[in-house]
């Protein structure tokens, strides 16, 4: 079984910019792992942000965009805002088959 | 307005099943597949499962083979999931998840289900 693994926590000051990754167990992710991103704030459900590596859903805002970062997936939030304290999924599909979730990074903005 | 809403909180006792289900509105369920993902009271998101827009292919973790099934009706606009052999850590929030083309996008309400003796 894979094991797609993330950050558990970081912190970010107000404004500034933050990097998540998300790594695979069966080696480098590539865009024909579809990688996913998605946002949970407490009591709700989650908010997909980035679907197949780098695309923007509609309603995701700007600061958000997703990338292939040595050999990992990347979420980067540039000019971090309070609201965007919020815990943050990678989903990735390493067989073309069943998807993987990470384990979620915290995000605290401080 | 994509919505998908799901069914109500679930008791359960240990053993049983529960069935939850997933109504689509303002889109076709012939047009795009489904997933379905839980979350354990404090824990990360877990993917279950995924059914095609025609229903007649289906995915799953192998962690749940043998216990899960997910069917479609498409004349309710309607995706159910069904998990026999109930335990105390099946205790969760039940998402469906429309998902098609590796773009999982809408997102349910969520289902608890809670299974206790």
């Known amino acids: 079984q894979t094991v797609v693994t993330q950050e558990p926590s970081l912190t970010v000051s107000p404004g500034g910019t933050v990097t998540l990754t998300c790594a695979s167990s069966?080696?480098?992710?590539?865009?024909?792992?579809?990688p996913n991103w998605f946002q949970q704030k407490p009591g709700q459900a989650p908010r997909a942000l980035i679907y197949?590596?780098?695309n923007k859903h509609s309603w995701t805002p700007a600061r958000f965009s997703g990338s292939l970062l040595g050999g990992k997936a990347a979420l980067t939030l540039s000019g971090v805002q309070p609201e965007d304290e919020a815990e943050y999924y990678c989903l990735l599909n390493p067989s073309g088959a069943a998807w993987v979730f990470g384990g979620g990074t915290k995000l605290t903005v401080l | 307005q994509v919505q998908l809403v799901q069914s109500g909180p679930e008791v359960k006792k240990p053993g049983a099943s529960v069935k939850v289900s997933c109504k689509a509105s303002d889109y076709s369920l012939r047009d795009y597949g489904l997933s379905w993902v839980r979350q354990a009271p404090g824990q990360g998101l877990e993917w279950m499962a995924w059914?095609?827009?025609?229903?007649?292919?289906?995915l799953f973790t192998q962690k749940f083979q043998g216990r899960l099934s997910v069917t479609a009706d498409a004349s309710t606009s309607t995706v159910y999931l069904y998990l026999t052999s109930l335990k105390s850590d099946d205790t969760a929030v039940y998402y469906c998840?429309?998902?098609?083309?590796?773009?999982?996008?809408?997102w349910g309400q969520g289902t608890l289900v809670t299974v206790s003796s």
């Open positions: 059914i095609s827009n025609t229903g007649g292919t289906t």
């Open positions: 998840v429309r998902d098609s083309n590796y773009c999982p996008d809408y």
């Open positions: 197949r590596t780098s």
């Open positions: 069966t080696g480098a992710v590539t865009s024909t792992y579809y």
